[in-house]
Nanobody
Framework: QVQLVESGGGLVQPGGSLRLSCAASGSIFNLYAVNWYRQAPGKQREWVATISPSRITNYLDSVKGRLNTSRDNAKNTVYLQKNSLKPEDTAVYYC?????WGQGTQVTVYS
């Protein structure tokens, strides 16, 4: 089973940018899509983005144009570039592949 580890979260002011990483172990990483989710305080976890093995991407409507996900199959890593951050983007961000989940990384947007 793939092990996933997120990193790159932190504190940022509105309008700022962050790049999250999701590093995976295992040889099957490149064969499956990777999903990004987020969970804001007091809310349910929601899907944010997906990138397929061939790098086809899909995004939640509310983040289109501000988030971009990419993958480096040689490094077994997926990235989530977050631009023009808003306070409502504050959440724990998780990556997921099949049944595997990372531990999450906290993103806090404050003014």
């Amino acid at each position: 089973q793939v092990q996933l580890v997120e990193s790159g979260g932190g504190l940022v002011q509105p309008g700022g940018s962050l790049r999250l990483s999701c590093a995976a172990s295992g040889s099957i990483f490149n064969l499956y899509a990777v999903n990004w989710y987020r969970q804001a305080p007091g809310k349910q976890r929601e899907w944010v983005a997906t990138i397929s093995p061939s790098r086809i991407t899909n995004y939640l409507d509310s983040v289109k144009g501000r988030l971009n996900t990419s993958r480096d199959n040689a490094k077994n890593t997926v990235y989530l570039q977050k631009n023009s951050l808003k306070p409502e983007d504050t959440a724990v961000y998780y990556c997921n592949q099949r049944v595997g989940w990372g531990q999450g990384t906290q993103v806090t947007v404050y003014s």
